[in-house]
């Protein structure tokens, strides 16, 4: 509980070195399971993305069927730009369970990163279907439906995104991070 704490306090170091000291204690499947995971996820928070690709594919070694585990490690292989690597394992996670939102809007962004913003649209969109509330999904889609100048779902997806919660500015962001705005949605989002 410690080392989780440490995460979630953003101090990864000593939750990375507390689970460390953990690992060799773990009986059960799920122990072993949560603190790879953990491990993996503190590596990553201090940007030791080789060292949560390690920590990931160990887990994934034993329990291969870990769809969390397999969305965790493309995230890695994104931040090691190896985009290659991160598609095969969001499509792994995917696969594992299909109700993972999180591996679908993962690849919505890679694919919106790599110019592909038909791609985008359709995982985002899928990322929607199992969680209708994922405001990050719903940004995505903006911004690729943006990027294509498709302007009513562009509109229609940034007023979902507005009305869900989220902010006109971090939604700009977005949608100009992937080179792209419609004058329409520009004056929707001043409003």
Not at 57 to 86: C, F, V
Not at 146 to 174: H, I, N, P
Not at 180 to 186: F, G, I, R, V, W
Request: net charge negative; charged share 25%; aromatic share 10%.
């Amino acid at each position: 509980l410690e080392a989780i704490h440490q995460f979630q306090i953003r101090a990864y170091s000593k939750s990375e070195a507390q689970l460390l000291e953990l690992l060799p204690d773990c009986r059960s499947k799920e122990e072993y399971s949560a603190v790879k995971l953990f491990l993996g996820a503190a590596c990553s928070k201090q940007e030791k993305y080789q060292d949560a690709v390690k920590w990931y594919q160990s887990l994934l070694e034993r329990e291969p069927d870990y769809s969390i585990a397999w969305s965790n490690l493309g995230n890695a292989y994104r931040k090691l730009a190896q985009p290659q690597e991160a598609k095969l394992a969001f499509e792994q996670a995917v696969a594992c369970d299909q109700s993972n939102s999180y591996a679908y809007s993962n690849l919505a962004e890679l694919y919106l990163q790599q110019g592909q913003p038909e791609q985008a649209l359709e995982w985002g969109k899928r990322a929607l279907a199992y969680d209708n509330t994922y405001l990050y999904a719903m940004k995505l889609v903006a911004a690729a439906a943006s990027v294509l100048s498709d302007s009513a779902q562009a509109e229609a997806y940034s007023r979902m995104f507005l009305e869900a919660g989220g902010s006109s500015g971090e939604l700009q962001r977005s949608i100009a991070q992937f080179g792209a705005s419609s004058e329409s949605l520009k004056e929707m989002l001043d409003k």
